[in-house]
């Protein structure tokens, strides 16, 4: 297939034409005590050597993309995951705001050269947002403003980059950014607790009331393809009990998203929306709790957000993760001072 295809599947991806597949899920799930958690899945066809980084509040920042990017100084601390360290595809600021970007074939930002904005790199589209905003309604209200076009330029294996983002806070606000022939869609409320991939989301949702009304205890459709996650973890999300431990209410959402992933070694070269999970995360957004599971390794380790705003010296802070440590429990005294990653460039 000679389509280009986005991986960012986070709710911050990144996708490959013809080179690899990529897809991937996001869920906000709602405890019994009325917070909200978000699983995600990193669906991708070879291992695109994310790390963890720690951003200070108060960073000088810019689009990546040369000559009239966009600029600006970080009102937020954050706990992200890197693509290729070119792009930030997940994270979660120190309001409890997560950002996940999914690959979304379909995405179509128009053309730069008709705009008079400043521009961005797609791979610091959910940085700018865990930046500079608290909330998933000042979000909303900043973006829809469309402060700047996005450039989606060439990934390091050779492949053009795009996607869309989910966004959720701790009131269980929710929202999904998809540009469409050029036009920015947004679709906000709590109700929109599932992102997938293609199609475009307003035709997921038909298909899910579709599947619906068929009822999951009747069938449900099973394969790893897009659509079929959609409504596969839209039922199984509605089904799960609300718990009020917080211990459980993370298990349940590990629980729920590891049943939605596509196990390693899993692909379909004829459907490259089809690829195995290379990694999880799961963002509680009340506990300040961010938690990463690699599919390479039988462990979960977690950063707590709230150590590193009391103790951060103002420098950026890097979990090297290129040599798939086995890692468990909490980590933040494991990262070290390092260089910021530059975002994906023309």
Known sequence: MNKTFFAACAG??????????????????????????????MDWAEDPHSDLWLFPKGMMREGGVGKGSIK??????SVISSFYNVATVDGMNDNGLIANVLYLAEANYGDPATSKKAKISIGAWAQYVLDNFSTVDEAVSGLQKEPFVIIAPTLPNGAKATGHLALADATGDSAVFEYLNG????????????MTNSPSYD???AIDTYWKDVGGLKFLPGTARSADRFARISWNLNAAPKEKDQRLATATTFSLIRAISVPLGIADPERPNIASTVWRTVSNSTQ???????????AIFWVNLAKFDADSSGKALKLDLSERPMLSGEVSD???????????AP
């Open 72 to 77: 600006w100084t970080s009102k937020h601390s």
């Open 12 to 41: 911050a991806v990144l996708f490959i034409s013809g080179l690899g597949a990529k897809a991937c899920t996001r869920i906000l799930y709602e405890t019994g005590e009325n917070r909200f958690i978000v699983g995600r899945t």
């Open 334 to 344: 494991k990262f070290i001072p390092a260089e910021p990653f530059k975002f994906i």
């Open 288 to 298: 300040k709790l961010y938690y990463f599971e690699s599919s390479y390794n039988p």
């Open 203 to 205: 035709e997921q949702l």
């Open 183 to 194: 036009k920015l869609i947004i679709h906000h409320g709590p109700q929109y607790r599932v």
